[in-house]
């Protein structure tokens, strides 16, 4: 459904740029899952804000449904519709001033056929429809991802880019939200690019994991595999490097 | 796991019915309610909680680096010398020197404009040590925590280093003024988990080395089990149960720890989702009456909603606030 070919995503000078994302190749496929593993620096969230457009690789393709995706924001809307991203920190990717009906308003504003009922919506993400009249600087952490995730659903996505999605949230309601993606991909019939440093989460919600390393996709294949039996060194000090709460 | 105990019985620090009240806009907020727990020497004590369950003010008390207008209460016992009552150029002293810290951000502890070995140095200097005697102790010092060519690096600035660089800067500093006490809140949340595995490797062998004790403030139960012999479990500003750590991850005797530990992934196998929680954490603001956990309780009964459960023993060296702790041990 979703392919990235070759995508290289510089910034700086243009003489001497620094390379973020270096011939990275990756596919999702329908109903798929792929966790996007790797450190800090490594390039997997500027794969995944080129995905969704907010930054401009250098060269490489990205093709949905078969489809070209053009670079950037330039993006026909019902693009825009079909793939949508949610954030690590939702009190920063929400504005805390807003009401939450207005901030899913602004969505069906922009997508006016995709409006439909707000207490559904919001059902949908375990929200009370109480909530609705509140700003999200009343909510909390849990309650604004939820609110992130009804934005994205909001316009009948196809494809969820979650980067990080859940890192920056107390450990017993992180998951209620692993819960909550992996009920509304299967209610949706959702695809998901699933990006995290936390490779036991990956491991619990991923088909497929992909490995990168400084802009480099290093191993790829079936969840199981990439965790299970790491044929990559660099996947291997990943591994050897991760605690376990038994061992 | 870490091992259980240290065998040493002597305390350092015994923390009895504790109490922090934050003024709030209404009224007070009781953000430490009742928490005790022993340090003893020689031995890592973990303090594991989520937002709002009082963990870094717990910390914070010990070392008396509270917000303006807090009132605290309960006793700080450190080597049979009342803390709370101790004045404040003794608190200060101690500060430092036998209790040193170590925060999550070593970029924030670290003083830009000035040289690592300037820094890791500055303890020494007011101690009246020569120039020679001080660069030459830095230099052990950075060594001892794992930096390479520690001579080489004195005159370096905290943004030339990378973040594990900093860190072992920032334990380096902590270690300069021999304290028995290491206080570490979040010392690894914001580095990358290969680093973040040599930290702890190195904050346990410093540990071990120097027959130090360590309290460790984590969300993270992992990191608990590789480096905490004991560990307090906290909810709501209140302790939900303590033991030794193997004990206490392998076989929880509170409703509220099973679920942290069922909602820690495996790394090398797939496990199935967890059955979350309902709810949010309780919040000191907006405790529960009762047990605070009550609300998110598969077990709650009527008795937790108006009884708030002591913290009693269930087993040798085993604490908790459970009213049925006997029936989560058995499940």
Redesign the interface.
């Known amino acids: 459904m979703l392919e990235v070919r070759d995508l290289r995503v510089t910034f700086g000078p243009r003489r001497k740029p620094f390379v973020a994302v270096d011939g990275v190749s990756l596919t999702v496929g329908a109903n798929e899952t792929v966790g996007l593993v790797g ?2 620096g490594s390039g997997k969230t500027t794969v995944a804000r080129s995905i969704v457009g907010l930054v401009r690789p250098a060269s490489g393709s990205i093709t949905y449904d078969g489809r070209a995706v053009p670079a950037g924001t330039s993006r026909p809307g019902e693009l825009q519709r079909a793939i949508q991203m949610v954030f690590q920190d939702p009190r920063s990717s929400l504005n805390p001033w807003m009401t939450v009906a207005s901030i899913i308003g602004e969505a069906w504003r922009t997508h006016p056929s995709a409006a439909s009922d707000l207490d559904r919506l919001l059902a949908d993400v375990g929200l009370d429809s109480s909530v609705a009249g509140q700003r999200a600087s009343q909510l ?4 604004c991802q939820r609110v992130s995730l009804a934005r994205a659903l909001a316009v009948k996505p196809r494809l969820l880019v979650c980067d990080e999605a859940v890192s920056a949230l ?7 939200i ?2 909550l993606l ?1 009920d509304l991909r299967r209610r949706h019939n959702l695809s998901m690019l699933f990006i995290s ?1 936390d ?3 990956v ?3 991923a088909d497929r994991i992909a490995v990168m390393r400084r802009g480099v996709l290093v191993e790829e294949g079936p ?2 595999d990439v ?2 039996a790491p044929q990559h060194e660099y996947t291997q ?11 | 796991m870490a091992e259980s105990s240290s065998g040493s019985d002597d305390l350092l620090l015994e923390v009895s019915g504790l109490v922090v009240d934050l003024p709030g806009r209404v009224r007070a907020v009781r953000v430490v309610d009742e928490v005790s727990f022993d340090i003893p020497s020689a031995t890592t004590v973990g303090l594991i909680g989520e937002s709002g369950s009082g963990k870094t003010m717990t910390a914070n008390a010990l070392i008396g680096l509270l917000p303006d207008g807090a009132i605290v209460g309960g006793s700080l016992n450190w080597r049979g010398e009342e803390l709370l009552t101790a004045t404040a150029s003794r608190r200060r002293g101690l500060r430092g020197h036998e209790i040193a810290m170590i925060f999550q951000d070593p970029l924030a502890a670290l003083n830009p404009t000035q040289t690592i070995g300037r820094q890791v140095g500055e303890i020494l200097r007011r101690s009246g040590k020569s120039r020679a005697a001080v660069r030459e102790r830095v230099v052990e010092l950075l060594d001892r925590a794992g930096i390479p060519a520690p001579a080489e690096k004195l005159g370096s600035f905290p943004h030339e280093f990378s973040g594990g660089m900093r860190q072992r800067a920032v334990i380096a500093m902590a270690l300069a003024g021999n304290p028995s006490l290491l206080l570490a809140d979040e010392p690894t949340t914001a580095l990358d988990v290969t680093v973040q595995a040599r930290i702890l490797r190195l904050l346990r062998s410093i540990q071990e080395d120097a027959g130090l004790s360590m309290l460790l403030v984590s969300h993270d139960l992992r990191v608990m089990a590789h480096v905490a012999h004991q560990v307090v479990v906290m909810y709501a500003g209140r302790v939900a149960e303590r033991g030794a750590t193997s004990d206490v991850l392998r076989q929880p005797a509170h409703p509220y720890t099973r679920a942290l530990v069922d909602s820690v992934p495996a790394v090398r196998t797939k496990t199935a989702l967890a059955h979350p929680l309902p709810g949010t954490p309780a919040t000191p603001s907006n405790r529960p009456a009762g047990c605070a956990f009550h609300p998110r309780c598969p077990l709650a009964r009527e008795r937790c909603r108006t009884e708030q459960p002591a913290l009693r023993a269930v087993a040798p060296g085993r604490w908790t606030a459970c009213h049925f702790a006997e029936k989560v041990l058995d499940a």
């Open positions: 450190e800090s909390s952490g849990g309650q107390d450990v017993s309601v992180q998951a209620q692993l819960r992996d440093h490779l036991g989460v491991h619990q919600i969840a199981t965790l299970g000090s990943l591994l050897d490097a991760a605690l376990e709460l038994n061992s």
